[in-house]
């Protein structure tokens, strides 16, 4: 009786849910389109205009608000805000979700689209958001041990309690979304916050030991058999230097050095992870990712956060956490391009959730959606930023926002490509459509602005073929030249330039471009500090 009844009140939750659901706009989902895969938002492809949010702003509804003008200022689509597991969950399973109400509604009236960082088990390695109940229990929900025994602030991976609280709590977030989000204002959830091993490479202590000398799982054994061609040179290593053993403990499949320690940890975070992951797609299936802090200069796992979601673990990720869409990099090392690529490696999509706010970010977005069909781009601590109309930011995601009905249509085709340029790369050149593209810096001519004698500001495009002869070129402080590669003994010359803006994704001449603006047709060029997108049509002759 007791059984059926509570069967009845959950079919009647599941019903409530799934009616709610099927009257709000559709969920948002990822697809595929070529190469890319495309986030779609109120059944269309959407491209992240994104900031994110310093990590206590949230937790005041002024300053939330203020965040969101700014926000709206920048020319922001989306902005990226924490759900903090301790003020949701102040008492064991008595839930507040007044915070995120705020947000919603504040991101709702400022025209924004929302990604909610769910800081639950871990934020930066560490376990600040857990619960002051969770903490003070401390032997109900153990936290990671070192080798020598000494305790640090992080849950530990290996123990049930952790994760069936922070499961619980991440499940109610999602049914609250389910229930709530009746403008599908949150587009994406992010899974903990920068995951990763800090002091050690692998958590110790009974559970950890245990599960370090057991069998690896057979799931993981027959990922790493069907995609042993593929997989990450790193890991194929570690599994190669075994002898590509298919049974045994972990030491015994990928060794017992800090990497191999490290995939063991990866492999357990994913789990634990995939879990909680699993759980809230049920509940309200939105897309959902994980986001990592890099493995830069020269450190080893442990001293940078190891195990995180990291490009060279995207195969044990991927195996233990098929749950989560893909893994995305906080990029706060120098080297932008090179993350860049290593993230949009293997189908997984880029999107950069976090990059040190600088005035290069312009320049850097515009990289990462010509470069490599990024899904988003978002630098931190957003509401920082001063005279917001005035940054370089607004400038550049004023003309990505105009580009992006037509960037949604030809993402995955290869027929855009991204610039980046400075006093170390002066020149870059452009393979694309027959043609060669030779983008210089704005300072290399020679008369541009005197100031490049100090250093130079990076500057950079976003190409675009719309044609055979007929290309967009937008960004900063460039000068192109252009070639055709496939015809020989042919000169190319510029039959055109004319300076465009696109409105509701038709594009409008501004004005035609000659003369010194291209240098007597020499040209096309933007000078450096001014913003526009550029139409060029090309000729050839001999
Ligand atoms: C990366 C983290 O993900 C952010 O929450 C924040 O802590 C920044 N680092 C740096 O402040």
Redesign the pocket.
């Known amino acids: 009786m007791k059984a059926m009844k509570m069967w009845n009140n959950r079919m009647s939750c599941v019903l409530l849910l799934a009616t709610l659901m099927s009257i709000r706009a559709e969920i948002p989902a990822l697809r595929q389109q070529g190469t890319a895969t495309q986030l779609v938002v109120d059944g269309r492809p959407f491209l992240i205009l994104g900031g994110e949010f310093g990590?206590s702003t949230a937790a005041s509804v002024p300053r939330l608000q203020i965040g969101c003008k700014k926000a709206q200022a920048l020319g922001l689509n989306t902005i990226l805000v924490p759900v903090y597991w301790d003020l949701i969950e102040p008492q064991a399973e008595q839930f507040d979700f007044h915070l995120v109400d705020e947000a919603l509604q504040s991101a709702f009236e400022h025209g924004l689209k929302l990604v909610l960082l769910w800081f639950g088990s871990w934020?930066?390695s560490m376990s600040c958001y857990a619960p002051l109940w969770i903490k003070e229990d401390y032997k109900q929900y153990p936290r990671a041990e070192t080798e020598s025994g000494k305790m640090m602030e992080m849950l530990s991976t290996f123990n049930r309690n952790n994760l069936a609280a922070d499961q619980r709590a991440f499940v109610q977030l999602m049914r609250h979304l389910a229930e709530h989000d009746i403008h599908q204002t949150v587009i994406m959830v992010q899974v903990e916050?920068?995951i990763g091993m800090l002091g050690s490479a692998r958590e110790y202590g009974p559970e950890a030991d245990k599960a370090y000398l057991s069998a690896v799982p057979e799931t993981f054994i027959r990922y790493l058999s069907h995609n042993k061609q593929t997989l990450h040179p790193s890991l194929h290593r570690l599994w190669k230097a075994q002898g590509f053993k298919t049974t045994g403990n972990w030491p015994e499949i990928f060794g017992n050095d800090v990497f191999a320690q490290e995939v063991f940890m990866a492999y357990h975070y994913g789990m634990y992870v995939q879990k909680i992951a699993q759980a809230g797609k049920i509940t309200y299936p939105i897309p959902l990712y994980v986001?990592a802090?890099l493995n830069s200069r020269d450190r080893k796992p442990g001293e940078y956060p190891g195990a995180g979601p990291l490009a060279h673990l995207i195969d044990v990720w991927r195996a233990a956490a098929p749950a989560i869409d893909f893994i995305a990099p906080?990029i706060?090392d120098p080297g932008f391009a090179g993350w860049c690529a290593q993230y949009q490696a293997a189908g997984n999509p880029l999107f950069i959730p976090?990059i040190r706010l600088a005035e290069s970010n312009a320049v850097h977005a515009l990289y990462a959606f010509g470069e490599h069909d990024a899904m988003g781009f978002s630098p931190?601590?957003i509401e920082d930023i001063d005279q917001p109309e005035q940054h370089p930011l607004a400038k550049s995601y004023r003309i990505l926002q105009q580009l992006s009905p037509l960037l949604v249509r030809i993402q995955g085709k290869q027929k855009t490509k991204g610039v980046l340029l400075d006093n170390t790369q002066k020149q870059q050149e452009i393979v694309l459509n027959g043609y060669k593209f030779t983008f210089s810096h704005g300072y290399t001519l020679p008369w541009e602005n005197p100031k490049h004698k100090g250093s130079w500001e990076e500057t950079g495009a976003l190409l675009i073929a719309l044609s055979d002869t007929e290309y967009l070129i937008a960004g900063t402080g460039i000068a192109v030249t252009f070639e055709n590669t496939d015809k020989k003994g042919f000169t190319t010359g510029i039959g055109y330039v004319d300076e465009v803006e696109f409105i509701n994704g038709k594009m409008h001449v501004v004005q035609r471009l000659s003369g010194d603006q291209t240098h007597q047709g020499r040209h096309l060029r933007i000078p450096v500090g001014a913003w526009s997108i550029q139409y060029v049509k090309l000729y050839d002759y001999q």
């Open positions: 990590n934020k930066n916050n920068e986001n802090a906080d706060y976090e931190f601590s």
